[in-house]
């Protein structure tokens, strides 16, 4: 869990522990789309949790539908929607 992270602005990258990860809980963040990168490239990644987190998610939710297949559970709390992301989430296969 990574929780009220402030000042990042770069990417951070996937690195040898995201083919391991099963979960990621992301809580409070500003820049949470930072960690984009390591949510795509985990591919065991059963569960994704956001909670807080601004900005906009559009892209990045379209992209995790293409790319993490084995995402079964997603739990979004106080997020800004559209229907952008709406129909990104529709669109993952196992949920």
Known sequence: MVKRLR???DGVGTGVAAG???AICLKDLYNG???????VGSKKLKALK????????DKL?????DKVMSLVEIHLERLQMSDCDLTAISN???L
């Not at 789309?33 to 949510?39: E, S, V, Y």
């Not at 956001?50 to 998610?57: K, V």
């Open 7 to 9: 000042g990042i602005t």
């Open 20 to 22: 391991s990860l099963k």
């Open 33 to 39: 789309q930072c960690f984009g990168p390591l949510i």
């Open 50 to 57: 956001l909670f807080m987190c601004s900005d906009d998610w």
């Open 61 to 65: 939710l379209e992209v995790i539908a």
């Open 92 to 94: 993952y296969l196992d």
